[in-house]
């Protein structure tokens, strides 16, 4: 008679799945299959880096600046803004609410297109000293996680 061998499950780490595991234990303890919950499951990998960059994120930035986005406005290099200022004001929610600007209706989405069209054909993007090419994309829909 061969032993029945059970394998690892990689789940992410919402409640629901622990408390499945818990019950095909169960099961398979009615049917004398050794099953340890705890053992033979395996939290995937990208939940758990997900995890840990919100809890970065909250650590520097106060989310709920995130929500007011719909009154953003833009920031402009006019301002006269010095970078330990603009560090100081949270960057993260900063750049959330432009995102969530800039997608907020069609114009803005290809006025955005536009900048990378133009800035593209006269060489306004550069990185380290090299002209680069951003590539002619929009931006994804912003969620917190």
Known sequence: MTTP???????DNA???GTFLEELEILFHECDI???HLDRQIMCFLHVVNICCQHVIAKFTNINLVDLAHVAELPSAADGQSFEDTISSDPIARGRNIVCVLRSSGQHRER??????????????????????????????????
């Open 15 to 17: 409640a629901n799945n």
């Open 112 to 145: 955005l297109n536009e900048v990378i069209v133009d800035g593209n054909a006269k060489g306004w993007f550069v990185a380290r000293g090299t002209e680069v090419k951003v590539p002619p994309h929009q931006l994804l829909c912003d969620v917190k996680t």
């Open 5 to 11: 061998q059970i394998g690892h499950w990689t789940l």
């Open 34 to 36: 050794d099953f340890d």
